[in-house]
């Protein structure tokens, strides 16, 4: 009973590094969010795609990318990595937006040094 | 732009008593307000809410909606130390995202 899972659990960056956050759900729901969550705050969302090949920006998108190839997999990619995106990133996924709820995978704890 | 603002911001209590969560919000197209409770990691659901009035309960938990005064309360009752967490107030809107408060920190205090 996998539902949304996110690797790496940690990592730490250094200055102008890039790397994939990856996200897989195995609910076949056609909505995928990436977010992220500075301390003490709450759910900023970055990305999200209504479906395999579509994609949109949220509300802080600047420095990442994302792809939806497939309805399972949507991987977040921090390019020239730097001290601001130090943060926890959670991917969810959702059946549809009309009236169900997000899951949410356990989150990836990313520091930038 | 949507918006939704949760207060207070942090609230320390003793176990038993009862707390009142504040979320109020602005969207240009309503479809559903969620509450979700996060301890130490992802986000876990407690309710939905569609329609004004309507009281949803999980036993010690309730919540309730006011569509016309756009906002909803999340109560606890009897508190315990294992309620302590943040507890986050979102919105579905029309175009498709989930819409996060910045929560709010309960401590329960044994």
């Known amino acids: 009973n996998a539902g949304v899972t996110q690797t790496p659990k940690f990592r730490i960056l250094k200055i102008g590094q890039s790397m994939t956050l990856q996200c897989t759900q195995d609910?076949?729901?056609?909505?995928m969010y990436w977010y992220r969550q500075d301390p003490g705050m709450g759910l900023k969302l970055i990305y999200y795609?209504?479906?395999?090949?579509?994609?949109d920006k949220g509300e802080v998108p600047n420095g990442y990318n994302v792809s939806r190839s497939t309805t399972e997999d949507f991987p977040l990619r921090l390019e020239l990595a730097a001290p601001s995106q130090t943060s926890v990133y959670f991917c969810?996924?959702?059946?549809?937006?009309?009236?169900?709820?997000?899951?949410f995978g356990q989150g990836t704890r990313l520091t930038v040094v | 732009e949507d918006k939704v603002v949760q207060s207070p911001l942090s609230l320390v209590v003793h176990e038993g008593d009862t707390v009142t969560l504040n979320c109020s919000y602005e969207?240009?197209?309503?479809?559903?307000l969620l509450w979700y409770k996060q301890e130490k990691k992802a986000p876990t659901f407690l309710f939905m809410l569609?329609?004004?009035?309507i009281e949803k309960k999980s036993g010690r938990l309730s919540s309730i909606l006011d569509k016309k005064e756009l906002f909803s309360i999340l109560n606890i009752t009897a508190t315990q130390t294992g309620d302590s967490a943040v507890y986050l107030c979102?919105?579905?809107?029309?175009?498709?995202?989930?819409?996060f408060g910045t929560g709010t920190r309960l401590k329960v205090l044994a």
């Open positions: 969810a996924s959702s059946y549809s937006v009309v009236n169900t709820e997000a899951f």
């Open positions: 569609t329609s004004s009035g």
């Open positions: 979102a919105l579905i809107s029309g175009t498709y995202k989930y819409i």
């Open positions: 609910m076949n729901h056609n909505y």
């Open positions: 795609s209504v479906g395999a090949g579509i994609t």
């Open positions: 969207v240009t197209n309503f479809r559903s």
